[in-house]
C-alpha cells in the first residue's frame, strides 16, 4: 500500500509558476503509474497529467500542455508538477494518485487510479 501526500501548493498571480510534490510512502513507488488530477468548486474532478512508472512516458490534458510539466523521481518517491503561466482557471484543488495494476501505461480515468492523496489548493489570482 502506498500513502501519498501532497504539497507545494498556495496563492500565485496570473502568469506566476508553482511546483507541487507528491511525497510516496512504501517501497513500491517506482511500479506505479501516477497522474495528478484538479478539482475546481462546484466541478467534478478532471485529469491533468499522468506519468508512467518509469517516467519515459507522459500525458497532458489539452488545457495545461505545454504549460504544466510532470515529472518524478523514483529514487526519492516523489511526484513533481511544474505549472508555469498559470491562469485564473487553473485554480482548484490539486490531488496525485497512484495506479499499481498497469504502471508501463498512462491513464486518464480516475477509476483506475488506487490511491490518492489529499490534495493541494492551488489559487491563482488574475
Known amino acids: 500500500q502506498v500513502q501519498l501526500v501532497e504539497s507545494g501548493g498556495g496563492l500565485v498571480q496570473a502568469g506566476g509558476s508553482l511546483r507541487l510534490s507528491c511525497a510516496a510512502s512504501?517501497?513500491?513507488?517506482?511500479?506505479?503509474?501516477m497522474g495528478w488530477f484538479r478539482q475546481a468548486p462546484g466541478k467534478e474532478r478532471e485529469f491533468v497529467a499522468a506519468?508512467?512508472?518509469?517516467?519515459?512516458?507522459?500525458d497532458y490534458a489539452d488545457s495545461v500542455k505545454g504549460r504544466f510539466t510532470i515529472s518524478r523521481d523514483n529514487a526519492k518517491n516523489t511526484m513533481y508538477l511544474q505549472m508555469n503561466s498559470l491562469k485564473p482557471e487553473d485554480t482548484a484543488v490539486y490531488y496525485c494518485?497512484?495506479?499499481?495494476?498497469?504502471?508501463?501505461?498512462?491513464?486518464?480515468?480516475?477509476?483506475?487510479?488506487?490511491?490518492w492523496g489529499q490534495g493541494t489548493q492551488v489559487t491563482v489570482s488574475s
Open positions: 494518485a497512484g495506479e499499481q495494476q498497469r504502471g508501463w501505461r498512462t491513464s486518464r480515468r480516475l477509476t483506475e487510479y488506487d490511491y
Open positions: 512504501g517501497r513500491t513507488f517506482s511500479n506505479y503509474a
Open positions: 506519468i508512467t512508472w518509469r517516467g519515459t512516458s507522459t
